[in-house]
């Protein structure tokens, strides 16, 4: 994907590439540089989404649809999730299009209905079994529980995506590189992606016929319960039909709670990415014997020494409905400033993508390098850590040195004056 040659959606467009529903002839290209970044271009449209579902659930419910140290980490690791992709194209495309040029047995056209709605079958029946896998295997379900480790359900706990997720997922899609051009499959991986933004959402009920087909917001809330019943359930991306061919479907009946089996009550970006992965670690070294160790990494996240291979159902912890999710206790001024960095921080981030092309690699990874540590230090102060001020006041330092040499210019240039002031500042409120 080429991010010169991008046109941006129309408000129609950006609307319907959230529901699956544009069209072939809209969304058909011959080459791979055409295929619009459709990710980045939903970005308004997030936005957009997230503050309509604050003001409905105001109106139905009297009050927000979740927290806001919650959503913060959630678009925080939305952010670093699609980072790496300012440095090259991501693995998906390029082990796709390795396997395309060197093992292809068939070209299908680029501009046949068919093969569109073929690939968005392909596409959702490899992410079915992708997304069953990182469940069922935990070096997998390493990266995975990014997503599910809020313990809100709503329009932002979408974008709480995985660092490293996309490193096993391009494996159930690589048999379709075999006859589907990878503009073709370019286009439907964004789209899958996209239409489950929406199903994040506890104001949508249920979709009557729609529910036998489609994944919906009921059917999603099931898969993100830790309640017992709903553990490793509902795996679909757009069609529920794969799982109810393959056993793994369930209805939503009791209230569902959210969140890990085993809460990590933290707002730190690292840990919500990591901490899984150090688990892994020391679980490994820890226990004895060549295939045991083997099991650690390739069984399920419940599996121990005698245990089947997903674990016993009734290790996990049961719920009472009453859980308190874990929450920050810093001032609302704090919070204020959070709110603000993140802000500048996600407009810092969207002008970056929106310039890549014209910045050198030294000012991109020095860009990169210090959206990290702004998140992070975000995190802390929201986790109130004990050397969050000093972490805090490094970030204002290194953003007034960043800024001095040139390597960081804001996003509107009136502005640079009166964000030094306001870093300046900041290292004293900390």
């Known amino acids: 994907m080429n991010p010169e040659a991008q046109q941006d959606v129309s408000v129609s467009q950006g609307v ?75 693995i998906e495309l390029t082990t796709y299009i390795y396997i395309w040029e060197n093992y292809r047995l068939i ?67 690589s048999p379709l590189a075999l006859f589907i051009p990878p503009s073709v499959y370019a286009v439907h991986l964004q789209f899958n992606l996209l239409y489950q933004f929406w199903i994040h959402t506890e104001i949508i009920n249920n979709l009557g016929p729609l529910e036998l087909i489609l994944n919906t917001p009921s059917h999603h809330r099931v898969h993100h319960g830790r309640n017992r019943y709903c553990i490793d359930k509902n795996y679909a991306g757009v069609l529920i039909i794969w799982d109810r061919i393959f056993g793994t479907f369930e209805a939503e009946n009791e209230k569902v709670v959210y969140g890990l089996t085993h809460p990590i009550n933290t707002f730190e970006p690292f840990m919500v990415q990591f901490h899984h992965l150090v688990y892994i670690w020391t679980t490994f070294w820890a226990t004895p014997g060549f295939f045991n160790k083997f099991s650690v990494l390739f069984k399920g996240p419940g599996w121990s020494p005698g245990k089947p291979r997903l674990g016993l159902s009734e290790e996990i912890p049961e719920v009472t409905g009453k859980e308190v ?56 102060l929201l986790d109130q850590r004990p050397k969050a001020a000093v972490l805090e006041t490094f970030h204002c330092l290194v953003f007034l040195m960043l800024c001095r040499f040139g390597h960081l210019k804001p996003f509107t240039p009136s502005l640079s004056f009166a964000l030094e002031e306001f870093c300046t500042f900041s290292c004293q409120l900390v």
């Open 107 to 173: 070209i299908l056209p680029w501009d046949s209905p068919w093969t569109w709605y073929l690939t968005f079958l392909g596409v959702d029946f490899g992410y079915y079994w992708f997304h069953r896998m990182a469940h069922e295997v935990n070096i997998m379900w390493a990266g995975h529980q990014t997503h599910h480790s809020s313990e809100d359900y709503n329009l932002s706990t979408a974008l709480r995506q995985s660092v490293f997720q996309i490193y096993t997922s391009w494996i159930f899609y």
């Open 325 to 380: 999710p874990f929450s920050s206790s810093v001032s609302h001024l704090l919070r204020i400033y959070a709110v603000v960095q993140f802000a500048l921080t996600l407009a810092f981030y969207e002008e970056t993508f929106a310039d890549k092309a014209g910045l050198s690699q030294v000012t991109l990874l020095l860009r990169v390098c210090f959206v990290i540590l702004t998140l992070t230090s975000i995190g802390f």
């Open 16 to 90: 319907r590439m959230l529901f699956y529903m544009m069209k072939p002839n809209e969304t058909s290209f011959q080459t791979l540089e055409e295929v619009p970044d459709y990710v980045k271009q939903a970005t308004p449209f997030f936005i957009s989404l997230m503050l309509l579902e604050l003001v409905v659930s105001w109106i139905l419910k009297g009050k927000a649809p979740g927290r806001l140290d919650d959503a913060l980490t959630s678009m925080s690791a939305g952010i670093l999730s699609r980072l790496p992709s300012l440095f090259s194209r991501s």
